[in-house]
């Protein structure tokens, strides 16, 4: 018993939501758009009309990262990630539902950043 009395407690390092949750999702969510596309979209909509379009864009992206801040700040999140998270937060109706549409967001993720990266890939190349 006393060598139980002689430990120091056990603290988890602990991100925060700014670290933890809102830098990762805004760099996931504006990713390959907002470095390699900005200046085709500059290119093709004018420069007040792309700069209109990337703040609108910007801010629905900070609206949902808040959002995303606010339902992992709910409890501990255990296992199963994002998907376990929203369907505990929100109940399994909505967890299903967003669980679908997040599997598609991250399948066209994954081919965005392929293409974006043989983009940059070929630019050093050539």
């Known amino acids: 018993e006393k060598a139980d009395a002689n430990k120091a407690p056990v603290t988890a390092n ?3 939501w700014m670290e933890g949750v809102f830098m990762p999702c805004l760099l996931n969510i504006w990713g390959v758009m907002l470095f390699l596309r900005l ?20 801010v629905v992206t900070t609206v949902t990262t808040l959002s995303m801040s606010a339902v992992c700040t709910n409890g501990q999140i255990k296992g199963g990630g994002v998907y376990y998270m929203i369907s505990r937060s929100l109940g399994p109706e909505f967890g ?7 599997t598609l967001a991250n399948s066209i993720a994954v081919a965005m950043y392929v293409i974006g990266f043989c983009e940059s890939l070929l630019d050093m190349l050539t």
Do not use: E, P, S, Y
């Open 96 to 102: 299903g539902a967003i669980g679908l549409m997040f």
């Open 14 to 16: 602990k991100l925060g």
């Open 39 to 58: 200046t085709w979209v500059i290119g093709q909509a004018g420069i007040i009309q792309g700069l209109l379009l990337m703040t609108v864009a910007n």
